[in-house]
């Protein structure tokens, strides 16, 4: 079974979200059969790359909130990330455009690397003091390093505009014909999804009926067809 994950680094509810599914996976029965792929989403894709605010001066301005309603915002995420077992800096964060990380998750997902740089990057924004924005470049490819790409790998993607970008649009316009209009978003099988950071009970519970109402294999020929089994290969007939 694949469940694909729509979410975007700057998106805390992502951030716990994907605590909470984790969470439930672990105590799934067939997590062993189960393939979790990140998809790209950008909740601010027209942001200028070098335009970067702190996140309470965002939120004032983006969702007309006081300063007291967005600094309330923030501690209630930072309570609720606590409850996962996450770290969240409530204050002194800073926000900014993203589209170089969703790239460079593209090239994790080849190397078999997404999850640790996506983990990397969700503790790099909300949990430690160095911006994952203002640093740029540099600070990526440490953090991509450390998720375990190569250095020279890392630097191509980021010195290339045009590396991936493709890749992130496509996830972001596949998002938009399954309907999803925020995130995190989960999608099991392409049959049944999830919106929001959900508890763990609710991912659960979606990850046993998805799984329970796959639909069994239909072999359209059997019999006849030479074939190599357990017990050898068939011998070729003259």
């Not at 740089?117 to 924004?125: F, G, K, Q, V």
Request: hydrophobic share 40%.
């Amino acid at each position: 079974m694949r469940v694909e994950i729509w979410s975007d680094i700057a998106c805390p509810w992502c951030y716990v979200g994907k605590a909470r599914f984790e969470k439930a996976l672990a105590g799934f029965e067939h997590r062993d059969r189960v393939e979790v792929v990140h998809r790209s989403f950008e909740l601010d894709p027209h942001r200028a790359k070098d335009d970067v605010q702190p996140v309470l001066t965002m939120l004032t301005r983006k969702y007309g909130m006081s300063e007291a309603q967005a600094r309330a915002g923030e501690d209630n995420l930072g309570a609720q990330a606590a409850a996962e077992g996450l770290d969240y800096r409530t204050r002194d964060r800073d926000h900014g455009n993203t589209f170089d990380m969703h790239r460079l998750l593209h090239l994790a997902g080849e190397r078999g690397r997404q999850s640790e740089l996506l983990d990397a990057l969700y503790r790099a924004n909300f949990a430690e003091e160095r911006s994952v924005f203002t640093e740029g470049e540099e600070r990526l490819t440490e953090l991509a390093v450390a998720a375990g790409l190569d250095a020279d790998e890392v630097r191509g993607v980021l010195a290339d505009p045009a590396a991936y970008a493709d890749e992130v649009r496509a996830d972001e316009q596949e998002a938009a014909r399954l309907g999803a209009t925020g995130v995190p978003f989960f999608v099991l099988d392409r049959k049944y999804g999830v919106s929001g950071a959900q508890p763990a009970e609710v991912f659960a519970q979606a990850l046993a009926q998805a799984w329970g109402e796959r639909a069994p294999l239909t072999v359209l020929q059997d019999g006849d067809g030479d074939a190599c089994g357990p017990d050898g290969c068939a011998v070729p007939r003259g």
